[in-house]
């Protein structure tokens, strides 16, 4: 028994003295190979040798060289469409310190066993640490990727030459920012160019199968400013061209003002009458609002629904009361709504002459036609004046400045059809217009005071004298003062003003 002991023991000394030997050489062999401060050599990061380098140099060397990677761009792809982004701009910092100390580390850290098979490898890759900041990347992206990550396009379609012309739908997308983030330090440390955004598809809610549907008219009219000056020719014009072509679909609200605006010589627009405050004055986009107001029974006549509609403070003359709508700041709109289940097409055209809007859709009663009938319900006459004191006129000169308006309320009568046979009539709505009275512009300049001055060369009195010997002196003296005729006429020189066909404008 005490013999199997002893050699049980000597077995374990031997193994133990194998073992002390085995960790002695391989010790040995792994010191061998490394250098007291530096790093082994056969150590590499991204093509550059670090073997012999202290940490410090090695961390200056990776500065430089990481450095001169971030120069460069990375390209970020959703299916067919890219854009590329500078490594620099979207938070990825290179951390030359610890790639410097993991490229040291080799050889040192580790069992004994990892460190001899480190230590006898002749190369070792060391990947290149960087720093990632998802804040940056996600506000860069933002921006960068602000035509590709796009909300999503309906069909659309133009009206040129009597032909509509469709533009198919567009899909949209939406990022996801925090996969794209991940998907974007793979990339780079990977050290690709190129990288895959993760978005969800969103398809258009609208497509060529529904602006298809768009052919029958629904509701048009026109009206006349053949009358009007050159200013307001201009802004009329420039406000059906702002409206034409506009596509409205399923349950949006379309607005007139939101349209057109803003009423500047930028935005196409000239100076052309209006009315404010019950008088007709110059403003940008005197006009504008003949172009709602021909839309406004346009669309009423398409059986659209009117959410925002006013009349003008004073009556107009180129549609009957109660069947305008004025524009004026962002107090006074025209706001519609296409609440049908198709969209629907506003063409609009003005030639110079007259202004023609047209609604084009889905006529899905072609039996069915509305009408509609102004009616007058009181008139209120102006009374009294309005004067402005006016210092360059004459004391006593009155002129007229602005015609009286007579004063109205009225309603609109919408009346419905079917094969030619009235089957409904109901009020559509109701206005009044104010009355206004004239106003004059009357003369306070005084008239300048005359004082006589005496005329230096005013007829003198020739005397003469005459002495003869012996004869009589006889002096005469005559005086003769011209009669003067003065006529003092003050004639107030004669107005004539035409109330504007078309005063509506921007300001009520």
């Known amino acids: 028994m005490k013999k199997r002991i002893g050699i049980a023991a000597g077995i374990v000394i031997v193994l133990a003295l194998l073992a002390a030997g085995v960790f002695m050489y391989l010790n040995s062999a792994i010191n061998s190979k490394l250098t007291e401060g530096k790093i082994m050599d056969g150590v ?117 030459n009597g032909e509509f012309t469709v533009t198919k739908e567009k899909s949209g997308y939406t990022l996801n920012v925090d996969d794209s983030f991940d998907k974007f330090k793979e990339a780079v440390d990977a050290g690709r160019t190129k990288c895959e955004l993760v978005v969800t598809k969103k398809k258009a809610e609208y497509t060529t199968k529904d602006v298809e549907k768009i052919k029958d008219v629904m509701g048009t009219y026109t009206t006349n400013y053949s009358s009007s000056a050159y200013g307001r020719k201009v802004n009329v014009a420039n406000g059906a061209k702002k409206i034409n072509g506009t596509v409205i679909y399923p349950g949006e609200t379309f607005s007139v003002y939101k349209q057109v605006s803003p009423f500047t010589k930028e935005n196409g627009y000239e100076l052309a009458g209006s009315y404010e405050n019950g008088q007709t004055v110059q403003t940008y986009g005197g006009g504008i609002c003949q172009v709602s107001t021909t839309l406004y029974n346009a669309i009423i006549r398409a059986e659209l629904k009117v959410t925002e509609r006013h009349p003008h403070s004073m009556t107009v003359a180129y549609v009957p009361r109660s069947a305008d709508a004025a524009i004026a700041g962002t107090y006074k709109d025209l706001k519609f709504e296409n609440q049908n289940d198709f969209p629907i097409y506003i063409e609009g055209n003005a030639n110079g002459s007259t202004i023609t809007f047209t609604v084009y859709g889905v006529k899905e009663d072609p039996d069915r036609t509305v009408e509609f009938e102004s009616e007058t319900t009181s008139v209120k006459q102006s009374s009294g004046e309005k004067t402005i004191q006016d210092p360059t006129l004459a004391e006593g000169t009155k002129i007229l400045e602005q015609s009286g308006h007579t004063g109205y309320t009225a309603r609109l009568w919408k009346i419905v059809k079917v094969n030619g046979k009235e089957t409904e009539r109901t009020v559509f709505n109701n206005s009044t217009y104010m009355a206004t009275s004239p106003t004059y512009r009357v003369g306070t300049k005084k008239q300048e005071a005359t004082t006589a001055k005496e005329d230096k060369n005013k007829d003198k009195t020739t005397q003469k004298a005459t002495t003869e010997k012996g004869a009589k002196t006889t002096q005469k003296t005559t005086a003769a003062a011209p009669k003067t005729t003065q006529k003092a006429t003050t004639a107030a020189p004669k107005t004539t003003e035409k109330a504007s066909k078309d005063t509506a404008g921007t300001k009520q």
Do not use: W
């Open 44 to 160: 590499e990061c991204d093509g550059v040798d670090l073997g012999g380098m202290t940490k410090a140099e090695a961390e200056k060397a990776l500065e430089k060289h990481i450095s001169g990677l971030h120069k460069g761009n990375m390209t970020f792809t959703v299916d067919d469409k890219k854009v590329e982004v500078s490594l620099e701009t979207l938070g990825a910092a290179p951390n030359a310190k610890k790639t410097a100390q993991e490229a040291y580390d080799i050889g040192r850290t580790g069992s004994i066993f990892k460190k001899y098979s480190d230590v006898n490898k002749e190369k070792h890759e060391v990947a290149v640490y960087r720093t990632y900041d998802e804040s940056i990347f996600k506000k860069q992206m933002k921006k960068a990727t602000a035509d590709i990550i796009t909300a999503p396009e309906n069909a659309s379609v133009k009206r040129e």
